[in-house]
């Protein structure tokens, strides 16, 4: 299926008949999160780059629904020193390229996820030229989540899925609270990484290593609710 026709639902799974199986295929997101504009099933990724009246909102396609990708300024504030960090370290070791929290890809037909931050490496990329188109369809080698309250374990159990099957090497979910890393090699091998730990890049990214709680710290303290 070419990215300028229609998307619809995905056949080979059972079929959208009422608002609660809808729900379920896209792995209980709140409903304020899921776009009526266009009507859920004819998206296509022309949609995810229009700002309706201007505003920009940040929504993923997912079997031909816009769904709405949370992120507070806490979340923002994490993922940019993440970049800030990575970035650093790319400086020194020219492994590839590092995408903000608007970058769009393509991890399969009808299917667009926005990382929170994403690595991909120059081996991606034949003779080092990027891609013109802005969806390209790449799977980041290393793809970081920075878990918002209205983020499912439905909905995350997914995108781990879909991530490892386009080829993504390693995969990070950020819990802000309480300031841990869960590190996936696979969708069922995962490790917990505590404050006191140090993440590294594993196959994805080889050298790189974070200390969870200088990340934290660099963030700053952020009031209970």
């Known amino acids: 299926m070419e990215a300028s026709q229609t998307a619809t639902f995905a056949t080979d799974r059972p079929a959208i008949e009422t608002l609660d199986d809808l729900l379920k295929r896209l792995g209980r997101v709140p409903l304020h999160r899921i776009r009526l504009h266009p009507p859920p099933g004819t998206a296509t990724e022309a949609d995810v780059l229009i700002y309706p009246h201007g505003e920009k909102r940040l929504c993923e396609l997912v079997d031909g629904v816009l769904v709405e ?12 020193i993440l970049i800030h960090l990575l970035r650093s370290f790319l400086d020194s070791h020219d492994l590839g390229i590092v995408l903000a929290p608007d970058g769009t890809l393509r991890l399969a037909p009808g299917l667009v996820r926005i990382p929170d ?65 869960r590190v996936y090699t696979s ?33 700053g303290l952020r009031r209970s609710r």
């Open 69 to 80: 990708k949370p992120m507070g300024y806490y979340e923002s504030l994490l993922a940019g």
């Open 117 to 181: 931050v994403s690595f991909i490496s120059w081996e991606r990329f034949p003779n080092r030229e990027l891609p013109a188109e802005p969806i390209p369809e790449l799977a980041p080698d290393l793809a970081v989540e920075v878990l918002s309250e209205s983020n499912t374990e439905a909905e995350m159990e997914r995108k781990l899925r879909e991530y490892f099957a386009a080829g993504t090497r390693v995969v990070w979910y950020v819990e802000p609270e309480p300031r841990r890393v």
């Open 187 to 219: 969708p069922s091998d995962v490790r917990l990484v505590g404050e006191a730990e140090t993440p590294d890049g594993g196959t994805a990214l080889p050298g790189f290593q974070l200390k969870v709680r200088e990340w934290f710290d660099r963030a």
